[in-house]
T-cell receptor, first 113, second 112 residues
Framework: KAGVTQTPRYLIKTRGQQVTLSCSPISGHRSVSWYQQTPGQGLQFLFE???????NKGNFPGRFSGRQFSNSRSEMNVSTLELGDSALYLC????????????FGQGTRLTVV | AQSVTQLGSHVSVSEGALVLLRCNYS??????LFWYVQYPNQGLQLLLK??????LVKGINGFEAEFKKSETSFHLTKPSAHMSDAAEYFC??????????FGKGTMLLVSP
C-alpha cells in the first residue's frame, strides 16, 4: 500500500510569487491535514479537509489556502510569498475524523529567496 | 483547547542507557496521545499511540509510553538506546474530532 506522497520534495521561489503543493493520501483515506514546520514555531496546523470540505483551519493569513478533490488528493496554495514562508510543509492522511492514526508524507521543503 | 509541553529541547544519552522523553498535555476532554519520530529531511513516523484501553502502550523500535491521567503525562521510554534512535521526537494530542496539536519536539542525541 503506497504511503502519503507529496510533490515536489523541494522548491525554491522568489518573494511575491505563488506556489502550489500537492498531497496524495493513502488509498481509501478521506482526511487530509496540512502542517507547516519551522525551527522557531515547530509544527503548526494549517487546515484539514474531509471529503472535499474544509473542516478546520489554523491561524494563518488568507494567503494560505487549500482544497481537496473528489479522489481525496489535496493541494495547498500560498500566494504572495514572504521570506517567512520558508518551511517544511507536511501533509498527513487519516482514515477517520478522529485522527486516531495519521500518516505523514515526507514533506515539501519550500525556500523563499 | 488542547496543548502539549515537552520538557527539554535536547536530551543526551549514551548508547545502552535508558531513554526518557517527557510529555505533558492539557485537554478538556479525554485525549488521544501520540509520539512521532522525525529523521532529518523526513516526514513524521508514528511510534505509538494511546486512544483507549491499556494505559501502557508499546510501539515500534522498542519504545513504550504510559498514559497517566492524574499527572496528565505521556512520557516516552526505551530501556536501551541505540545510535539509530538519534532523531527528533514529537508528542501530540487530539481530542475527539479535533486536529493534532504537537509539542515543540525533543532532539535525542545518542553518544557511543
Amino acid at each position: 500500500k503506497a504511503g502519503v506522497t507529496q510533490t515536489p520534495r523541494y522548491l525554491i521561489k522568489t518573494r511575491g510569487q505563488q506556489v502550489t503543493l500537492s498531497c496524495s493520501p493513502i488509498s481509501g483515506h478521506r482526511s487530509v491535514s496540512w502542517y507547516q514546520q519551522t525551527p522557531g514555531q515547530g509544527l503548526q496546523f494549517l487546515f484539514e479537509y474531509f471529503s472535499e470540505t474544509q473542516r478546520n483551519k489554523g491561524n494563518f493569513p488568507g494567503r494560505f489556502s487549500g482544497r481537496q478533490f473528489s479522489n481525496s488528493r489535496s493541494e495547498m496554495n500560498v500566494s504572495t510569498l514572504e521570506l517567512g514562508d520558508s518551511a517544511l510543509y507536511l501533509c498527513a492522511s487519516s482514515s477517520n475524523l478522529q485522527n486516531t492514526e495519521a500518516f505523514f508524507g515526507q514533506g515539501t521543503r519550500l525556500t523563499v529567496v | 483547547a488542547q496543548s502539549v509541553t515537552q520538557l527539554g529541547s535536547h536530551v543526551s544519552v549514551s548508547e545502552g542507557a535508558l531513554v526518557l522523553l517527557r510529555c505533558n498535555y492539557s485537554s478538556s476532554v479525554p485525549p488521544y496521545l501520540f509520539w512521532y519520530v522525525q529523521y532529518p529531511n523526513q516526514g513524521l513516523q508514528l511510534l505509538l499511540k494511546y486512544t483507549t484501553g491499556a494505559t501502557l502502550v508499546k510501539g515500534i523500535n522498542g519504545f513504550e509510553a504510559e498514559f497517566k491521567k492524574s499527572e496528565t503525562s505521556f512520557h516516552l521510554t526505551k530501556p536501551s538506546a541505540h545510535m539509530s534512535d538519534a532523531a527528533e521526537y514529537f508528542c501530540a494530542v487530539s481530542s475527539g474530532y479535533s486536529t493534532l496539536t504537537f509539542g515543540k519536539g525533543t532532539m535525542l542525541l545518542v553518544s557511543p
